[in-house]
């Protein structure tokens, strides 16, 4: 019969509990990385903008972002400095418009980096 913690003396070590001693693979500085990674991609609009921008093989307009999303260009703005701030897109600004892309390798490196922390799960 099992006993339950309260049962557990502090000297006796309750077998149910510590089999085995079980230390992180990962490292502080790459679970940190990790997790802005997941972070940046947590909010539905920048999922969105990301997916508008995968779809295309050009450069979409700012203007055509702005329209296509349920909310206010400042909005909008944010989302897009805070997804060129993690180097996942870029712009090219022609006249008074700014163009924006995808940066395909950055997209990868993060894919990479999510999947290869996770590796063997499952």
């Known amino acids: 019969m099992l006993k339950t ?3 557990t003396s502090e000297n006796e070590v309750d077998a149910s509990c510590c089999v085995a001693v079980v230390t992180p693979n990962m490292s502080a500085a790459t679970a940190q990385q990790i997790a802005d990674d ?5 909010h539905p609009i920048r999922l969105q903008i990301l997916d508008m921008l ?12 702005e329209g296509a999303l349920p909310v206010k260009q400042p909005t909008v703005s944010h989302h897009l400095k805070l997804l060129r ?7 090219e600004k022609r006249g008074l418009y700014a163009y924006y892309f995808i940066k395909a390798d950055a997209m990868i ?10 590796a063997g799960v499952g």
Request: proline fraction near 0%; hydrophobic fraction near 45%.
């Open 109 to 118: 490196a993060l894919w990479n980096r999510v999947q290869g922390a996770f």
């Open 5 to 7: 913690r309260s049962e």
């Open 38 to 42: 997941l972070q940046i991609l947590a």
């Open 85 to 91: 701030e993690a180097g996942l897109i870029d712009c």
């Open 54 to 65: 995968r779809q295309c093989d050009c450069q979409i307009c700012v203007c055509d972002i």
